[in-house]
């Protein structure tokens, strides 16, 4: 069972730009909140932003200020806006559940970041 599909990833040159989406079922978007996540190539998989079913946000010190997370509740789906990318932010990104256990990650999106 496909609970979240990650979408949006890509190559972008370092000061580049890029907008991430996560479709999740409604009966996961209505009862948690939700956070965005990567892991890079020998690295643990890390939470970089996340955002509670009241719209409270929270960003890793890495990411803070350049990437903005946001939920769409009609759409069940989460985005996460990402600005001043540089090679570090090189990883495979995922969404799921924050807070709690996470939940079977879906394939995630690559996004590259190179010149």
């Known amino acids: 069972q496909v609970q979240f599909v990650e979408s949006g990833g890509g190559l972008v040159q370092p000061g580049g730009s890029l907008r991430l989406s996560c479709a999740a079922s409604g009966r996961i978007f209505n009862n948690y909140a939700m956070g965005w996540y990567r892991q890079a190539p020998g690295k643990q998989r890390e939470v970089v932003a996340s955002?509670?079913?009241?719209?409270?946000?929270k960003y890793a010190d890495s990411v803070k200020g350049r990437f903005t997370i946001s939920r769409d509740n009609a759409k069940n789906t989460v985005y996460l806006q990402m600005s001043s990318l540089n090679p570090e932010d090189t990883a495979l990104y995922y969404c799921?559940?924050?807070?709690?256990?996470?939940?079977?990650w879906g394939q995630g999106t690559q996004v590259t970041v190179s010149s």
């Open positions: 799921n559940v924050v807070m709690v256990a996470a939940l079977d």
């Open positions: 955002i509670t079913r009241g719209g409270n946000l």
